[in-house]
């Protein structure tokens, strides 16, 4: 219908003027004039009402909703859909123009009103088919953007529970470091343990720690330490129990039963008890430090350590305590073997120091008893000799007298336990200076050769009383002078040679001395023996072999022991004390050598051989005839000017430099060829006469004594000095047995004939050292009175009393 | 020449004559007795040893080409010369009048004629050197230098 006639119908309805009336009518020809539609229900009826509300509404709200979603995206940073936003609009808006111009198909309206509402549910339909096939797309995404946010919130969620873990295990292994340190740091057992306890009660909350220690049998462990008692009380419980070997058996902490007899350390409540760990703490021991290499747990012994979480929490023991737990025991042991080496080294230290201290006491102790030894010894030495020598020189003497039996008998046996006794008292002197080491050698140049006749001259008397021959050979190779303690080397020469006359009844006893070559030096059975030669000095081996009553061979190691008589012996009331010939071993052996005893058995007699080491006097060779001599200490030259001397010599040279040296320094000299002339020419002016006495075929010892008859009541008759070029012995012997008062060594040189003649006149003699060629004009008794007299008594006494 | 070339020539040629074994320490010694009051000491003594061994050596070899030769003698010859030898400290010539002493003792022959000749010879030696030695010190005299000292 056309609707031309809306304009029509309002002007044709203000041109008719009752409106109330002739609305039906107005109506009736609007639409006959306008070609309106007409709606299909009446617009009064309710039901349209309803809907013209709804439509209304329905049109609001579309419109409302693009307004929201614009203002809330334009709100947002990020929206990534706005063009689906758009559409959306659209299609949300259209559908409102759809409804909002259903509003007017309620009533009578006109086609352009149909039109358009036409108009807007086609396009209204385009919208939303578009919107529908794009959501196809777009809602997929949606949805997936919605589970990856949804990973993501648990992605975060878990980091978070992790960083909660880390930060508690952080927090852990702060309080387990302080816990060392805090264990570390003291040396005091009972501290470390109590503060590894409160420690650990306080770090992972515990309502109780307690440690179990082993007892000293090993069978029991008993309650050592708790957090909360201050007391325990002396718990026990067997080693043996299952879940102690459990807990022992692993390094690992153990979850135990709280009912286990180790757990029960409170009095049982009514609340749940909370978990209880144990685990097993090491006692190492000292003796458990090997060099090479770590402890093993093969140490069966440990502590257990007991921890209990508080009640009623329902708190579980966590893996990163257990840890812990761990690691303090660990540290714990540590800590307890410091301390255990620390104690044992203060104990050791103490020990020592007291030690110290003793010792210090007893050797001062010691000291004063040797002082006072030495001093009573020095006093006693000669205080007891005396009176000894005087009972057994006047008891020899009433024995040559006449006596009656009674009394002879009397006084032999005075003799023997006098001579018994003084023997003793001698060696016993005489050992305990050598025992302690204070007797020193007394070195000196000496005559071999003397040594040895004297010995032979004491000894041969007692032989000849005996009938024994002693016959005594001497190698050619010995050297006539040695360096050494002579007295004692006699001593020790008496001894073994007074032993072997001793024991002989018949034969004789033969004593050879030569020098020691290398192989001899060894005794086989004295391996530590190593004697060494060396270029100054010499190693003299002395054999005395007898032809005795022989010693049994395993008597042999006895007889240097002291005190030690065999059987034999004692029954032959030898008189000896068992002594001797332990001081003879000591005394060879301070002079760095061995002595020793063989012998084949009982009645084939024995060999006593001993070696010493000798030290060789001033080297003297043919080839050498200058040699050095040191000037004595004053360098001041003695004025020998005017001082007459005579030169003889036949040697016109010699002669001629002599004379040269003595008139350099300064003497008057007269030089003479011959012995003859030299007699002739002395005179009391001469002060020294120089003789060469290496002429052959002139006797010049004779010269010396017909020069010594001329002068021999003057007392300053002149000093006749012997110059040779022969260094052998006899030539020596011989000057000094004619009253030459020195010998000098061809060719003299200038210093020392400035030495030689001061000394000459200074002591009217050539001392030992200004003498070239050293010699002994008479040899002393070298060795104690005593001794000689003591062994020679003996020995007479023993012969004549038959032994 | 000049007088310190001199005194050179005169210490290198003692050294030298030490150094070889001609001559010893006693040689020295005679040196030091030479002063003012004694200045021709060392050429007296060696022109007296020069006498004294020719003589010696004339008295050997005479008894050495006897038919019965008297060791005896020939020893106490020897002897001599050994003993002026060291007097001087010819060093040499007396190890070998040493040498001769021991054949001497040995009685042989041959081997004495050997050693003589030995002796002989060193002593020559010795001579033509000591000769040297002395021409050299007349030279440093004349030069009108001093002989020097030898600090050996």
Same mark, same amino acid.
């Given at each position: ?51 013209y ?163 000293r049998?090993?069978?029991? %462990?008993? *309650?050592?330490?708790?957090?909360? $008692?201050?007391? &325990?009380?002396g718990? #026990?419980?067997?080693?043996? +129990?299952? =879940?102690?070997?459990?807990?022992f ?34 006692? %190492?021991? *000292?003796?458990?430090?090997?060099? $090479?290499?770590? &402890?093993?747990?093969? #140490?069966?012994?440990?502590? +257990?350590? =007991?921890?209990?979480?508080?009640s ?16 303090v ?18 104990r ?18 010691a ?87 004297e ?7 007692i ?27 006699m ?6 040679v ?61 007889l240097?022991?002291k ?8 029954a ?21 050598g061995?002595?020793w ?21 001033g ?36 002669r ?95 210093d ?40 020679l ?11 | 020449?000049?007088?310190d ?16 074994g ?28 020069f ?20 060791f005896?003698?020939?020893?106490a ?69 001093v ?6």
């Amino acid at each position: 219908m056309p609707w031309l006639g809306k304009v029509n119908g309002v002007i044709a309805v203000s041109k008719l003027s009752k409106r109330r009336t002739n609305k039906a009518l107005v109506v009736h020809i609007r639409m006959e004039l306008c070609n309106c539609i007409e709606p299909p229900w009446p617009a009064d009826e309710l039901l349209m009402k309803y809907q013209y509300i709804s439509d209304f509404f329905i049109a609001l709200a579309y419109f409302s909703i693009p307004l929201e979603l614009i203002y809330f995206v334009k709100k947002s940073a990020v929206f990534p859909y706005r063009w689906v936003l758009v559409q959306f609009g659209a299609f949300i808006v259209l559908c409102g123009a759809t409804h909002l111009i259903n509003l007017w198909t309620f009533t009578m309206h006109t086609r352009t009103v149909a039109v358009v509402m036409t108009t807007a549910k086609i396009l209204t339909a385009v919208v939303s088919c578009a919107t529908a096939l794009m959501l196809v797309h777009i809602i997929p995404d949606l949805l997936s953007v919605k589970t990856r946010e949804l990973f993501l919130k648990n992605k975060a969620a878990e980091l978070d529970r992790e960083m909660g873990l880390i930060r508690t295990q952080e927090e852990t292994g702060r309080h387990v470091r302080m816990l060392t340190h805090e264990i570390r740091s003291t040396l005091d057992r009972h501290t470390i343990l109590k503060t590894t306890l409160v420690e650990l009660g306080r770090t992972l909350g515990l309502e109780e720690c307690a440690l179990w220690m082993p007892t000293r049998s090993g069978l029991e %462990l008993q *309650l050592s330490y708790t957090l909360r $008692h201050q007391n &325990p009380v002396g718990f #026990t419980v067997p080693i043996q +129990l299952p =879940v102690i070997n459990q807990v022992f058996n692993t390094s690992r902490a153990v979850k135990i039963s709280p009912n286990s007899p180790v757990a029960r350390l409170r009095p049982v409540g009514k609340y749940m008890p909370g978990e209880v760990v144990a685990v097993r703490v090491p006692l %190492l021991h *000292l003796n458990n430090f090997q060099i $090479h290499d770590w &402890p093993e747990l093969s #140490t069966k012994r440990y502590a +257990l350590m =007991v921890l209990m979480l508080p009640s009623d929490s329902a708190r579980q023991w966590h893996v990163h305590e257990l840890e812990l737990v761990e690691v303090v025991a660990d540290q714990v042991a540590v800590a307890l073997s410091h301390a255990a080496i620390l104690e044992e080294s203060m104990r050791a230290r103490d020990l020592l120091m007291e030690q110290n201290v003793a010792l210090d006491l007893a050797r001062r102790e010691a000291e004063t008893a040797v002082r006072a030894r030495n001093d009573f010894l020095a006093v006693m030495n000669h205080e007891m000799r005396t009176p000894m020598h005087a009972i057994i020189a006047l008891s020899s003497l009433l024995q040559e007298t006449e006596l009656m039996p009674e009394q002879r008998l009397m006084v032999e046996t005075i003799l023997k336990s006098s001579n018994l006794l003084a023997t003793l008292i001698n060696d016993v002197l005489d050992l305990s200076r050598l025992e302690d080491g204070s007797l020193q050698l007394e070195m000196g140049t000496f005559s071999l050769h003397s040594l040895f006749r004297e010995a032979l001259n004491l000894i041969k008397p007692i032989a000849s009383v005996k009938r024994l021959y002693v016959t005594l050979s001497m190698s050619p190779d010995l050297p006539e002078y040695a360096v050494g303690d002579e007295k004692r080397l006699m001593q020790v020469l008496l001894n073994v040679v007074g032993n072997a006359v001793k024991f002989t009844k018949e034969g004789g006893i033969s004593i050879a001395a030569f020098v020691a070559k290398s192989d001899s030096l060894r005794d086989p059975r004295a391996p530590e023996f190593f004697p060494i030669p060396s270029d100054n000095h010499f190693y003299l081996r002395i054999e005395v072999k007898d032809t005795g009553s022989g010693i049994n061979p395993q008597d042999i190691p006895k007889l240097f022991m002291k005190f030690v008589q065999s059987q034999p012996l004692a029954a032959k009331n030898s008189g000896g004390s068992g002594l001797g010939l332990a001081i003879c071993k000591r005394f060879v052996n301070l002079m760095e050598g061995h002595i020793w005893i063989e012998s084949e058995g009982i009645g084939r007699g024995a060999t006593a051989i001993f070696i010493v080491k000798l030290g060789i006097p001033g080297r003297l060779n043919e080839s050498k005839l200058q040699f050095v001599h040191k000037v004595p200490g004053n360098q001041v030259k003695p004025n020998f000017s005017g001082l007459k001397v005579v030169v003889m010599d036949d040697n016109s040279v010699g002669r001629m430099v002599t004379k040269g040296l003595l008139v350099h320094l300064g003497c008057d000299v007269l030089a003479v060829a011959s012995g003859e002339d030299c007699v002739r020419a002395v005179s009391q002016e001469h002060k020294v006469v120089f003789l060469d006495v290496s002429i052959p075929g002139v006797d010049s010892f004779e010269v010396a004594v017909r020069i010594h008859e001329k002068f021999s009541k003057r007392p300053d008759r002149p000093i006749i000095v012997a110059l040779t070029g022969n260094t052998d012995r006899t030539t020596k012997e011989n000057c000094l047995r004619v009253g030459m008062k020195g010998v000098i060594l061809k060719p003299v040189s200038l210093d020392k004939m400035r030495n030689v003649l001061s000394d000459l006149l200074e002591h009217g003699y050539l001392s030992e050292s200004q003498m070239t060629i050293t010699g002994h004009e008479v040899v002393k008794m070298t060795c104690s009175e005593d001794e000689v007299v003591r062994m020679l008594l003996v020995h007479a006494q023993e012969y004549k009393l038959g032994l | 020449m000049e007088v310190d070339q001199l005194q050179r020539s005169f210490l290198e040629y003692t050294n030298s004559l030490f150094r070889e074994g001609f001559l010893d320490g006693q040689f020295g010694q005679l040196q030091l007795l030479q002063d003012e009051s004694n200045p021709e000491f060392v050429f007296e003594v060696v022109s007296l040893f020069f006498e004294d061994s020719e003589r010696i050596l004339n008295d050997l070899t005479l008894a050495l080409d006897q038919q019965n030769v008297d060791f005896k003698k020939i020893d106490a010859h020897v002897h001599q010369f050994k003993g002026s030898s060291s007097s001087i400290g010819a060093q040499r010539v007396r190890n070998a009048c040493i040498a001769f002493r021991n054949f001497c003792e040995g009685q042989n022959v041959e081997a004495c004629r050997r050693c003589l000749q030995q002796v002989k010879q060193e002593y020559l030696l010795v001579k033509t050197k000591l000769e040297a030695l002395l021409r050299l010190e007349q030279q440093i005299l004349a030069a009108g230098g001093v002989i020097p000292m030898l600090d050996s």
